[in-house]
């Protein structure tokens, strides 16, 4: 991207973050169209807003078009070309606007001069919140470049605009004399990172700081307590951590070890109990010891550049206080009664959190915490919603209010007016009757072919999740999860036993496990060297990591052998694989493993079947020998897509570039797929492209008759597929691939009915 497109993207993100909690919207919009006006060099740039009363679009704000027009241009929702980007939500560009039929002039506007016309619609998940257009004079005609910046403009915009309107329109019936509230008339609006997703509206519950928060714990020694006393402390904290991890163990397994686990771990930890210890003995009260261990590593924790350590603060954190308590005789957890409703607190710890639900809480704010940390992952596994403010403000709300917390985007309403409330529950209603939806165990085309939906599996708890929802088998474990997790490498017996879990689970189906893909986005903080690297993504990563620690492999094909030998679905994957050396060599390393097992007289999987990740380009051209030496394919396009087209897949400024339907990436998809099918080798996607509506079509076209997804897409892929005839599927393969530019790719994409 341009560097100029960036500033100016930038200037935007700067200007929508003022929105929230800012009273004069109609400023913010201005701002935006000139700014938008300026950096296109445009000479109209418009807003349309959405009407939810009177189901019609109107004029909200504009640069360069008559001020007067201001909310008394009205249009249909499908009415002229601003109608038009509206109703089929999606952009569009015209070199002479009056030219197209759909042209629809308003007298008033002072607009006849501007005929090159682009409209792009403002999009929020579901929602269409409006549309932002801009406008040149003839013979100054938009290019596709224009049209990307708008795009990404109007997204940037979304969510701020989404809110924006909602307000406007919740206060007025009469856009004639449009005034916009404050935001604080209508409730104030906190922004919010999303930790994990959910919806609850509820009465709030703030926490006491001093029962949750460890920098306000109390380590004031009050009484004269003694050595023993800081060793029965110790005693009885360990006793609760075990008991903590033994009842986890059943919902979460790789939870409880992550939390309770690494926490046990730390207090049998010489250098960390054992330094209170020597505080103690040299004649410190014993809470003192304890505060001053702890603030110590809070601070190396802190300060590391590791943001999986930095994270770590708040297990020490945790852990302190327990020890604090005990030593005290004292509870340091969130107070009872907060059932069904939104707590709020400074700072969660894990522990606090399995109190919470336990007391089934609707929902958490708290004012610090990253949304990868362990407690967030610990809300997503145990399904509440949470969220992260933004800004630490719980000291100015009131004691209790209702509150609604949107987690789709991360606002948190206090006392939100009625008609908020009505048009979210409206939404939780729409998204509740998809979800009642019966899943069969079983997904054909309209044409009775057969489609495979299988689960993408990260936490042994996703199980549950796909065994509900018919998945019908796991199209791909990442093991890597038990180890990122952990401060060390799980033995053999540990891994064994959450392989195990996972074929029980799914006796008789196929159920694919992709040895480690340690690297690029997922590191581990016990292998200081992979944090150095200066560009983890295409360093020492996956295949490349256990071909060079081949102890650590071995370790793990062995539990995979193990597991269930007589399991006949099991597969095994190698990520990453770039050349048939690194495929022969795996292979030979799983041959070795069973003669190994068999002199040691284990029991174990004789057959299991082997096959590669697709994710580096580098093996279209040798996809036929590779088809000879596995019994299959699974297609990582997230990967796959990042190296081909040499985007970074998590880097958001370039994002846009990170396009599944360009057609290089289309057609080597055909190349794989095809060399699979006359290879007679099994093929499978397994990326994010795997769920998405806009793709499906074509992958069926392709011959792939089986897609890994996280199963909560499972319901709506199998509603759509069911719609689709395998002929026009593969009409659509032949059409997009004739094309060779994106636009009009994604054109023909979109096109397809589903
Ligand atoms: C992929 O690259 O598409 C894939 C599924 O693997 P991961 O997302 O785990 O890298
Ligand atoms: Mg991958």
Redesign the pocket.
Known sequence: MKESHLNFLCDVNALSALLVGSSDLDSFLQKIVDLVADHMDAEVCSIYFYDEHKNDLYLKVTHGLNQEALNSVRLNTDEGLVGKAFSSRHFLLEDKASSNPAYKGFSNLNEDRYEAFLAVPIVRGEETAGVIVVQRQENYSFDSEDRLTLQATASQLASAIENARLLVSLSNDNTESIKPPHIQECGKVLAAQVASDGFAYEKSLLLDKTLTTWEDVNYTPVNQLEKEDFELALVNTQQQLEELEFHLEEKLPEMAAMIFGAHLMMLKDPEFTGAMSKLVDSGVAPSIAIKKVCQKYIEIFQNSKSPYIREKTADVKDLGRRLLGNLQGKVYEPTTDCAHKVVFAHEVFPSDLIKLASENVAGVVCETGGITSHVSILARSLKIPMVILQEPVLHLLPKTSMVLLDTTVGNVYINPQQEIVDTFLEGQKLKSQAASYEVKAETFTCCEEKVNLLANINLLSDLTHACNLQAEGIG?Y?TEFPFIIRSYFPDELEQLKIYEHLMQKMPDKIVTIRTL?IG?DKLLNHMPELLDEENPAMGLRSIRFSLRYLDIFKTQVRAILRACPDHRGLRIMF?MISSLEELIQAKAIIRECQEELKDEGHAFHQDPEIGI?V?VPSIIPIIDDLAEESDFFCV?????IQFLLAVDRVNDRVAKYFVPHHPAVLRSLKVITDSALRNNVNVSI???MAHEKLYVPYLLGLGVRSLSVDSRFIPEMQQSIQKMKLEECKELVNKVNKEIKINRIQELLEAFPN
């Open positions: 791909l990442r893909d690029g990520p990740m994710e990582g396009t997230n990967d796959f397994c990326g994010e």
